[in-house]
Nanobody, 123 residues
Framework: VQLQASGGGLVQAGGSLRLSCAAS????????MGWFRQAPGKEREFVAA????????RYADSVKGRFTISRDNAEDTVYLQMNSLKPEETAVYYC?????????????????WGQGTLVTVSS
């Protein structure tokens, strides 16, 4: 499984960005896709996850109501729409994938990772 994240950039506080994660090299109907982020000097943290087949989702409390994870089955792509961004959300955002249907929040439950895309939120 190969994952290619894109869509990062510089945005002002309160602004929006949409990240994309293109998946290839596998059959994704039974997978879970997740987004994680790692800020400078901090540990990686869970952001959101989606079950590919049913579309059920799970979010970190810190992003609920502001971020939306979705998928496009035809394009094998997962999106993360981020609204009302905050400076403290500046981080490298990674997409990840795992087999199975459980929406885990621990990064070590995801064996497949993309290369990350940098999101910088200016104050």
């Amino acid at each position: 499984v190969q994952l290619q994240a894109s869509g990062g950039g510089l945005v002002q506080a309160g602004g929006s960005l949409r990240l994309s994660c293109a998946a290839s090299g596998g059959t994704f109907s039974s997978n879970v896709m997740g987004w994680f982020r790692q800020a400078p000097g901090k540990e990686r943290e869970f952001v959101a996850a989606i079950r590919w087949s049913r579309g059920s989702t799970r979010y970190a409390d810190s992003v609920k109501g502001r971020f939306t994870i979705s998928r496009d089955n035809a394009e094998d792509t997962v999106y993360l729409q981020m609204n009302s961004l905050k400076p403290e959300e500046t981080a490298v955002y990674y997409c990840a994938a795992r087999d199975g249907s459980l929406l885990y929040t621990r990064g070590d439950e995801y064996p497949y990772w993309g290369q990350g895309t940098l999101v910088t939120v200016s104050s």
